[in-house]
Nanobody, 122 residues
Framework: QVQLVESGGGLVQAGGSLRLSCVAS????????MGWFRQAPGKERRFVAG????????YYADSVKGRFTISRDNAENTVYLQMNSLKPEDTAVYYC???????????????WGQGTQVTVSS
């Protein structure tokens, strides 16, 4: 399908910012809806944000609206997650994902990156 490689995680203080990147390999990147998920310690994996093929439509979990921004650069086969005003509860492993489907649903993602750790200290 598509191979995804993530980067940009790290340690940041509450109120700070990070930008995550996900680079896709292969020749089919433009046809995919892209998304970000996260899994906090002791919790299940949850949807964070999604973006349509063109980048014209985005969809966010309520917990990150106004703080996180998803974007994509199809020429570079890359999707980004800009995270601002970070809170300790944002601490999680963040995963890039891809699917063919609707951006307004959280299901159906079938290609996944390896995950990158984001830790927000108080």
């Amino acid at each position: 399908q598509v191979q995804l490689v993530e980067s940009g995680g790290g340690l940041v203080q509450a109120g700070g910012s990070l930008r995550l990147s996900c680079v896709a390999s292969g020749r089919t990147f433009n046809s995919y809806v892209m998304g970000w998920f996260r899994q906090a310690p002791g919790k299940e994996r949850r949807f964070v944000a999604g973006i349509s093929w063109s980048g014209a439509s985005t969809y966010y979990a309520d917990s990150v609206k106004g703080r996180f921004t998803i974007s994509r650069d199809n020429a570079e086969n890359t999707v980004y997650l800009q995270m601002n005003s970070l809170k300790p509860e944002d601490t999680a492993v963040y995963y890039c994902a891809a699917k063919h489907g609707a951006v307004t649903t959280t299901s159906g993602y079938d290609s996944w990156g390896q995950g990158t750790q984001v830790t927000v200290s108080s």
